[in-house]
């Protein structure tokens, strides 16, 4: 899986990841010449003999570990495939990582990495606000096999962090610290290099040291690169931005071959493997997501201007609009490369405002989900985030007028003006 010097240069001059994406790790003439990877659409791979056969289990077992050079012999889809295998190589390249696996759902993604590195009695650190879905796993399934969860709110910055990890450190062995940055829906930003010192600091009397995991879902690999900067893990949920047509559900984690190795052991165990065809959808949707996440993002830009000056818009939360002197801004500039396209904004009258308003959207779908070629619009209180208690809603910046949008590839004068007469 690691990413092989001659495949990523013509001679001494390296290859942008968009351009890798038509081809990397594909051979068109081991499939009769076809300019596409096929969709390797089967649950099982016949072996030359016994032998090879065992030799293959042990190696995907990992009961031996492949020498230099060495490829892992396909054995059945759970375990490995050929179109996996492609999608997996093309996303570790855009995360600058060694390895990466996919998954069958961004949750899938995030819990599988807990599961992997968490055990009775540990704890995991999270920012918040954070996916609802997240916010679900660590506070009420993790419970249920005696993780704890310690959240703290990433508005709250370092000191918060600090926080955060001292009372973990009382209640156990910290595990995992899981940060969304920007985080959902807020779009409040965390700086992954501090974080990763701040925690190498707090634990280095523990006899492992914590994963930094980041979800990079918000930003997606074309605006943020959160190994960079010194996260161990960046996860995704490939549903929205590098799937990006809203007809799949998928997942990824990337980072160091140790790492992804481990939890590939645990993916391969529970079956949170993706399908090979979703993986092939993959594929293709890697081919445009640069001139996708542009479009996207020079739209978002301007359906933002336009909110900014709507008297019934009290608030807009868009990493676009941080200026000199701002908590965030120095973050956003070292840590950032765009804005990205989904952002919040708050109108005026609570729900029932906010309702009024996404239920007179004609080209904006009302739909969750984010980073699909079509503008989406939902309510994060009553939708993705209504099973983080309402108590904590309110601390964490989810208010009741406030709307979630993702701008799509359409026209930004016709979402503006679909706005427009559903703000009237």
């Known amino acids: 899986m690691s990413i092989s010097y001659k495949k990523t240069h013509i001679g001494e001059h390296p290859l942008k990841a968009d351009s890798l994406m038509m081809g990397y790790g594909y051979d068109p003439q081991l499939s009769e010449g076809s300019i596409k990877c096929p969709n390797f659409q089967t649950s099982t791979f016949v072996f030359k003999s016994a032998e090879q056969g065992k030799d293959f289990f042990n190696l995907v077992s990992g009961r031996r570990q492949l020498k230099d050079g060495e490829q892992a012999g396909l054995v059945y889809s759970r375990f490995n495939n050929p179109t996996l295998e492609i999608a997996e190589n093309r996303i570790a390249i855009w995360d600058q990582a060694e390895d990466c696996i996919v998954t069958g759902s961004g949750m899938s993604a995030i819990s599988t990495t807990l599961f992997t590195f968490s055990r009775p009695g540990d704890v995991v650190v999270y920012s918040e606000p954070i996916y609802g879905g997240t916010d679900t796993l660590v506070n009420v399934v993790l419970k249920q096999m005696n993780i704890q969860s310690v959240g703290y709110l990433s508005s709250e910055g370092s000191l918060g962090l600090k926080q955060a990890l001292d009372k973990a450190k009382a209640l156990g062995s910290i595990s995992v610290v899981m940060l969304e940055t920007p985080d959902n829906p807020t779009n409040n930003l965390i700086d992954i290099a501090e974080c990763k010192k701040i925690i190498d600091d707090a634990t280095i009397d523990q006899a492992s040291k914590p994963v930094l995991a980041i979800d990079n879902t918000m930003m997606g690999p074309v605006w943020q690169q959160p190994l960079a900067h010194g996260a161990d893990l960046c996860i995704y949920s490939l549903t929205k931005y590098v799937g990006g047509h809203s007809d799949l559900i998928g997942g990824s984690c990337s980072g160091s071959k140790a790492l992804v190795s481990r939890i590939r052991k645990v993916r391969n165990s529970i079956g949170t493997t993706m399908d090979s065809n979703t993986a092939w959808l993959i594929l293709r949707s890697l081919e445009t997501l640069k001139i996708r996440m542009q479009a996207a993002a020079d739209g978002a830009k301007k359906v ?93 910046g989810i208010t009741e007028g406030l709307i979630r949008i993702s701008v799509g590839i359409e026209d930004a004068e016709d979402i503006i003006a679909d706005l427009s007469q559903a703000l009237a």
């Open 304 to 396: 933002v201007g336009y909110l900014q000056s709507h008297d019934k818009v009290s608030r807009i939360d868009f990493p676009g609009l941080l200026k000199k002197g701002d908590a965030q801004y120095d973050i956003y500039q070292k840590q950032c490369t765009g804005a990205g396209s989904t952002f919040s904004f708050e109108v005026d009258g609570g729900e029932e405002g906010a309702f009024a308003v996404l239920n007179k959207l004609k080209l904006v779908k009302l739909a969750v989900s984010l980073g699909g070629t079509e503008s989406l619009a939902q309510h994060p209180a009553a939708m993705t985030h209504s099973g983080v208690p309402k108590d904590r809603r309110a601390v964490i």
